[in-house]
């Protein structure tokens, strides 16, 4: 059988993912990714539990949890890096066991856990991986590679160094120019943005939420942070020992957790807040007497 013609050349075609849709969140949105009962077992150990999840087109959903808790696990099933145990996933109403292995890198970008950019290619190879395992002629795949890095807020000719020269906050960019170089529609990122300091880790994360409004991304994002989950997600699914305890927004489940840890999960932040706006009007008022 001949491969998909994937390569059609349109000159516009690209970008036709890519204009300014604004934000398209909204129960109206059709479902992109739909999970029904996921699990994975290794031996006698389920390492996830009947996941289902629904993520509608440009919504952001945040897998929050533990280490060990399952969300990598989760993610590769979804794209089928990992084979699930059972359940099912479906890509736009279509079960992913339908779509080609190609067709399903092409769909969905895939961040890496601790970047996993390949250390013996250059930047602009690495980005260039994808679109070049699908036959995309060489002018075409120069052309998308200086246009990520520059979506990417990265200087195009950082395109010729290797990634052991850069620093870990441009490795990272790297890594989601990589996953946005076919021109997918879904997105998966996990903890895109770990081990960063504070503020490149903010700025990392506007930045990608500018880029996921403009090509209007269906996203599904993994962390163990609390506060990056809060502050990204339209809604976060809280995951502990292979299960997806609650899935709410953000403001549900800081006022309203139905499960126990959950709630506990959530006390950090509330406190941390509490603390710093006594802080806040301590200096106030400090102000004010002097
Ligand atoms: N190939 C494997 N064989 C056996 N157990 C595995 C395998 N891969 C993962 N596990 C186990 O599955 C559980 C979930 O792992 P997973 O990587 O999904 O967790 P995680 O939530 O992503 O954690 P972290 O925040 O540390 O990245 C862990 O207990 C892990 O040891
Ligand atoms: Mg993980």
Redesign the pocket.
Known sequence: MMPDPVDRDDPDEHLAGQRGAGPVTGADQPVTIQADGLTKR?GD?V?VDGFSLQVRTGELVVLL?G???????TLKMINRLIEPTAGSVRLDGVDTTDLLPHELRRRIGYVF?RIGLFPHMTVGENVAVTPALLGWRPERVAARVDELLTLVELDPTLRDRRPSALSGGQQQRVGVARALAAEPRVMLLDEPFGALDPVTRERLQQSFLRIREKLALTTVFVT?DMTEALTLADRIGVMHEGRLLQLGTPRDLLTRPTDDYVDRLMSTPRRQAAAIDALLSETSAAGAAS
């Open positions: 290794y150990a390492v949890g280490s060990g808790s399952g969300k990598t696990t856990q163990h």
